[in-house]
């Protein structure tokens, strides 16, 4: 949980396109929807383990509301995004830039490519009937913990790659991929801010 976090830090371009596939015509792929509702698979790759870490979960985005990300195995764990506050299993979190970086993952899981601009350049690319963005950070300080985010999908996104200056990287799949127009009422509940 505390690596998701640091890595949810981590997240907080002038673009440059390749020849296939234009930024513009990225963002006119992606749905334009205020809710994003999806399960999830990560891997985390690290030199110092034969095999990597995997976690599965859900997550759920609301552009008006914010982000949870519900990790079901190997353990249970939730981090919330409410109000610009940062919650880990119902604590506030106070891990420094973990707000920061929650806001700029769900750039990512949204494909919100303006919100992504200040903070990374882009270069997109198609590959099959897939879009891909590479995000290079802009500033040193981010470079130094995070040397690059690998996003695409055929429509929103359905994957996102993490690398890291070490040689480790993350890669995340979603699945079951849903754009409701409302949320459910035990989803409304779960936006709740913990008291």
Known sequence: MKSLIACLVLLAGTAASAAELTLQQVAERL???PILRADFRQQQHLALLPQPLTATGDLLLASERGLLWRVRTPFESEIK????????NGQADTLPGGEAFARRLMAVLSGDIEALKPHFRIQAREEGDQWRLDLTPRNDTLARVLSGIRLGGRQGPEFFRLDYPNGDYSVTRLSNIEYPDTLSDAEERRFAAPR
């Open 31 to 33: 749905p334009d929807a």
């Open 81 to 88: 995004l409410i109000n610009g506050t940062l919650y880990s």
